[in-house]
């Protein structure tokens, strides 16, 4: 049965390719490989990256979401960051964006304290009016290390302080008129209009870095139950993400300190947690924890979870960048998706676009996110157009340069004059319709010039809240005791 | 139209893992005859009483639509086993039996299909013929649970060094909740109890809120170990975290009920484990409770909980029902049968060791002393092994053989039901111990 009628498009611009190629879709890495399911406190959601002005500097805004489907009604203690995950955000510059090897590491770790442990309250005592005031009894910290992989040098930028969870009248400061029986906060413009626990936990640290870690909503939407039913989709469609949190990193990183904007950067994220030998010898002794085991990746959006064939998707998790050109080209090459898309939904069939994907292989392969830094600051998502004291940013398109929102590269020509898209697949904003921007682009075709633009997608055209058109990006943490799923 | 079998699935393993440590429910339940109609079977409409039970409706639901069967039918197979660890319905898994059986017939030879059938047969205690599918699987893949399922079916076959480097292969490709629970227990296993204290600490706190069980099964074990360091506070704290993510988890209020009889708390221990009998009419459960309902004076109700126990513990689990035979001193015939058949499908440490007391509770003292040798060679650290060494070599004469087991067994007595300890008294030193 086909559903979704698509429309060829003029060109929006000369020949060119998205940065390094173009990309594709179907879900976010929240149903992403078998066993990472498993551990939802490594288990990547999605990766964030793209360029700002931070403090007066220019910036490369970066950030890692944890724990898919989180549930903000469960708590208030079950849904944190684990002491026992190190979590990466890799950036690559130089020669190590095509190899697809970080330049340099930027490892988040956390360790949890109480502050009464002979009490069942575990996460709060009373009323929380300040980040790790005395109500809060679970409180974690994490340090944020730099580590250089050309010198091996290891820098610790500093530490912060993780906000309370969003519960309810326990956490009335994340919510509407500062009440806990009311919805969360929406997404605002500036900095002193953010609710005081974000305020609070945003980290100054070294050398110009800017750090949040702590729940947020989970800006991803889709319709997710659509498309993984047999890519059935219906008008309107279904945000799946609706009403869930996640917990977030999130990193402004002075550009100066990658060796400036004149280049293009790569960024991704894992998780890993330590190796151990099981029983070191017939007497039973057990060992210290050992090295890294990385348990999970994620770079660009809907990769893993939308061309990896199920059979090799664990095996991406434990892999490096490094080594997608041999092991998952293919899978960018000749999306199965594409021929899914083909066989159910498109109605002709587009031809050609099922084999030999140079294009989505030049996004994907090796799978970095790359961001180009010589341009000005990204346009934001605030909460749509129209949003009466937030709205996004004039120019801004969730289709990203399919909506005709691009941005002004010094570096490449792009699509002529240097214009790159002003969101993903350049760099990845809050916001991005990742899903619609990948199944156009999938329906395109990118490689002939001038290129052949078509449009789709789910019909979930936006985030249930807005975003902050400041750092930490991120909306508010859904209300556990009234969000907006049930 | 257009039609294809696209399936874009993800399995929810964590919600279904089959594996657990110690006692579990034994079945009979055959290989699914092939003149049944598997599919049919494992889709037939069943109880909606939660949303376990409403869960696997939903699945039933999509696995009766073309498209979406593998996935669904993969998921149900494995939602059945995990329904079965929370109900000890031996039907479940003859149920997740059809599943793979319907699996099988339809997408014959496919990975997924034979992991979920290898994980069934581990539950039906064909241990192996899950190390054989196991053995395939890792042969065509490198898949984490693959090696998962091999150490589990191993280490019932009592081939711990062998189910250690296939535990470690796990631990060395994904560190995580499954390979931290297996760690944790083969550490237990070789008499390492700190090493496994911290191992499933580990685990509970990498377990995934989305699933209560698994979380509320790591603080359970967690729990069982720090009683037996003799940390009753923290085998209580552990029970009761386990109890906040599951409510009425009868594993749960089973450790309870011990670390009350451990602090001679047996009013409080009785109405724990009253609870935890009821949700789980296990031998395991009955003895403890009987145990316990006997020492408190309420004689009259600790005899109905025997009966019961005695008329379906043979379905149930015959292995505990063989060691509270043995240890009652009753149809030890029975016991020793009882055990030799458990023997046939395993030689882990407990059913060695249920099979050395069954003979020695027939007076075949001769059998009994290498079989608990057997036992207590792996280094495992258990009361009640300890105590059943002792008395073995008591009764062959080997005083301080059984004077040393006995020390060991005391050094563990709060483990022990209150008529263990009991016994354990009157034979160490003549002294009385409590």
């Known amino acids: 049965m086909k559903r979704l009628s698509h429309q060829t498009l003029p060109l929006i611009a000369a020949a060119g390719l998205l940065l390094a190629g173009s990309g594709i879709a179907s879900a976010s890495s929240h149903m992403d490989a078998p066993l990472i399911v498993l551990d939802d406190a490594a288990n990547t959601t999605d990766v964030y990256a793209f360029v700002q002005q931070e403090n007066g500097r220019k910036v490369l805004v970066t950030a890692l979401g944890v724990y898919p489907f989180e549930e903000p009604g469960i708590g208030p ?146 319709d997710i139950q659509a498309i993984f039913d047999l890519l059935k989709l219906r008008n309107p469609g279904k945000d799946s993400q609706r009403g869930f949190n996640l917990h977030l990193m999130a990193l402004a990183i002075p ?38 085991v990385q348990v999970a990746r994620q770079g660009n959006p809907l990769f893993n979870e939308g061309l990896v064939a199920l059979e090799d998707k664990d ?71 129209t949003h009466l004291t937030n709205p996004d940013d004039p120019g801004f398109s969730r289709l ?16 002529g004059s240097g214009a790159v898209p002003g969101g993903w697949p350049n760099g990845r904003r809050f916001g991005d319709d990742v899903v619609d921007i990948a199944v156009s682009a999938l329906i395109s075709d990118l490689r002939v010039s001038p ?15 807005a975003f902050n058109k400041v750092f930490p990006y991120e909306s508010t943490p859904q209300n556990g005791r009234r969000h907006a799923h049930h | 139209m257009k039609r294809t079998t696209f399936i874009l699935s993800s399995l929810f393993l964590s919600a279904v893992m089959t594996w657990e440590c110690g006692h579990r429910t034994e079945t009979t339940v055959a290989t699914p005859a092939t003149t049944v109609d598997v599919c049919a079977a494992a889709l037939a409409a069943g109880p909606e009483q939660n949303d376990r039970d409403r869960a696997i409706t939903r699945l039933q639901q999509d696995a009766r639509r073309d498209h979406t069967a593998r996935s669904a039918l993969e998921r149900l197979g494995f939602a059945y086993v995990a329904r079965a660890r929370i109900n000890n319905d031996a039907g479940d898994y003859k149920l997740a039996e059809m599943a793979a059986a319907c699996l099988d017939e339809r997408y014959p030879g496919e990975p997924q299909t034979l992991l979920l059938r290898g994980h069934v047969l581990h539950q039906l205690h064909r241990f192996a013929e899950a190390e054989q599918i196991a053995r395939v699987l890792i042969a065509r893949r490198t898949f984490v649970l693959d090696y998962g399922l091999l150490g589990d079916a191993l280490m019932e076959q009592g081939r711990l060094s062998e189910a250690a480097a296939a535990y470690q292969t796990m631990v060395d490709l994904k560190p995580f909740y499954q390979s931290y629970t297996r760690a944790a227990h083969l550490r237990w296993l070789k008499g390492d109890l700190d090493g496994a204290r911290g191992m499933m600490r580990l685990a509970a706190e990498s377990a995934s809120p989305r699933d209560p069980e698994s979380v ?108 509270y035979l043995a240890t009652r001193r009753t149809n030890v015939a029975t016991a020793v049968s009882l055990a030799q058949d458990e023997l046939r499908a395993r030689h882990d440490v407990f059913t060695l060791d249920a099979h050395a007391w069954t003979l020695a509770a027939s007076g075949r003292i001769a059998e009994a ?25 008591a009764a062959a004469g080997h005083s301080d053989e059984a004077q040393r087991w006995l020390t060991q067994a005391n050094q563990l007595r709060w483990t022990l039901l209150p008529s263990e300890r009991e016994e354990l008294a009157t034979h160490l030193n003549g002294t009385r111990i409590n």
């Open chain 1, 315 to 385: 095996l991406y998790s434990r892999t490096s960048p490094s080594r997608d050109r041999v092991l998952f080209r293919k899978y960018a090459e000749n999306p199965e998706l594409a021929k899914l898309l083909n066989l159910l939904v498109l109605e002709p069939d587009i031809p050609g676009i099922e084999k030999g994907r140079t294009d989505i292989a030049g996004i994907y392969i090796p799978d970095l996110i790359k961001v180009d830094l010589s341009t000005g600051p990204a346009r934001l998502a605030g909460g749509g157009p």
């Open chain 1, 255 to 292: 550009i100066d300190d990658l060796g400036g904007d004149q280049q293009i950067a790569g960024v991704y994220a894992t998780t890993s947690r330590r190796r151990f030998t099981i029983l070191v010898d017939d007497l039973g002794k057990s060992d210290n924890f050992g090295d890294w």
């Open chain 1, 400 to 415: 990203s340069i399919f909506g005709g929102d691009t941005l002004i590269s010094q570096i490449q020509p792009g699509f």
């Open chain 1, 451 to 465: 290129p052949v633009i078509r449009t789709a997608g789910d019909n979930v055209d936006g985030n249930d809240m």
């Open chain 2, 369 to 393: 002393v290498p079989e608990i040798a057997r036992a207590v060679g792996e280094g495992t650290r258990d009361g009640r092994l300890f105590l059943h060494a002792g008395l073995i070599h």
């Open chain 1, 77 to 222: 203690n079950k849904f944190n960051f684990d002491d026992n995950v190190l979590y990466a955000i890799h950036v690559a510059t130089g020669r190590d964006v095509a190899a697809g090897r970080p330049t340099i590491s930027y490892e988040f770790r956390f360790s949890t304290k109480f502050k009464n442990t002979k009490t069942i309250l575990q996460s709060y005592l009373g009323v929380i009016n300040d980040v790790d005031d005395a109500a809060q009894n679970l409180t974690q910290f994490y340090t944020v290390t730099k580590v250089d992989h050309r010198t091996g040098s290891r820098v610790r930028l500093g530490q912060g302080v993780v906000p309370p969870n969003n519960q309810g009248n326990a956490t009335p400061f994340y919510n509407q008129g500062d009440n806990g029986e009311n919805p969360a906060k929406d997404g605002v413009a500036t900095f002193d209009e953010l609710d005081r626990y974000t305020r609070q936990a945003i980290a100054t640290l070294d050398d110009g870095y800017v750090a949040f870690a702590g729940q947020r909503d989970d800006g991803f939407y889709a």
């Open chain 2, 216 to 323: 509320a099964w790591a603080w359970t074990r967690l729990a069982a170990y720090e009683l037996q360091s003799g940390g009753l506070d923290a085998a209580m704290s552990a029970a009761d975290t386990a109890l906040r993510y599951q409510p009425d988890y009868a594993a749960a209020l089973l450790a309870q009920g011990r670390i009350l009889l451990a602090r001679n708390r047996v009013s409080d221990a009785v109405s724990v484990l009253r609870k935890a009998a009821r949700l789980n009419p296990l031998p395991e459960y009955q003895w403890v409770l009987a145990d316990a309902l006997r020492f408190g004076g309420l004689r009259a109700e600790a005899d109905a909980v025997e009966e019961n126990l005695l008329a379906r513990g043979r379905e149930t689990d015959p292995r505990t029902l063989a060691l």
